[in-house]
């Protein structure tokens, strides 16, 4: 596996992929790690017994969306890499606009799962104040923040492609992209409000 030195190497490279889709998708897998962290350091302490269910079941799944996220790097690049190639065929090709077309599309399926993924874990990280320990709090925080910040990254990234498609491809794609960034609102503000609370 490649290491997170080497991959951020790649990133400032002058490769073309992994370029914002894949980094929003690491940025994901950021978010979901410290979701999963203070879950961790809540489940079997005698002080959150009550929340114990909980706290089990979004450790459980915060670790799930952060393999989803770390394997959406990778699809990521590699439909980027797909959409190139096709934009490099020969124009007198009969197929090449339906091509380009189709890979438009197979170029916004990642992102979108990129926001997916993120928005479910900021609602994770939403359920954590109040039943998860008190003193990774600020952690909470970050991960409300992170995850915020790569649906917005990974919105960024389908809306490009959207731009490309005719309406009948953007409908469908865009319906599914504004149910991602309708938590991005409240996973900004959890952010902003433990951070006031931590603070004061």
Partial sequence: MQSVDDWLAEL??????????????????????????????????????????????????????????????????????????????????????AAIRAATVAAAEPPLAIAAVAAEIADLAAELPGRSNRTVLSDVAVAASTAAAAIESAAINVEINLAALPEPDRAPLAARLAAATDRLAPARELAGRLRAELSS
Avoid: H, W
């Avoid at 002058?14 to 999963?36: C, K, S, W």
């Fill in 12 to 97: 400032g490279s002058a490769a073309p992929a992994p370029g914002g889709g894949a980094a929003a998708a690491m940025t994901a897998a950021i978010a979901a790690g410290l979701v999963e962290m203070v879950a961790n350091l809540t489940t079997g302490r005698t002080k959150y017994a009550a929340y114990e269910p909980a706290t089990t079941r979004i450790l459980a799944r915060a670790g799930q969306l952060r393999t989803e996220a770390v394997a959406l790097v990778g699809r990521d690049a590699a439909a980027f890499r797909e959409l190139m190639a096709t934009y490099r065929t020969d124009r007198s090709d009969p197929g090449r606009a």
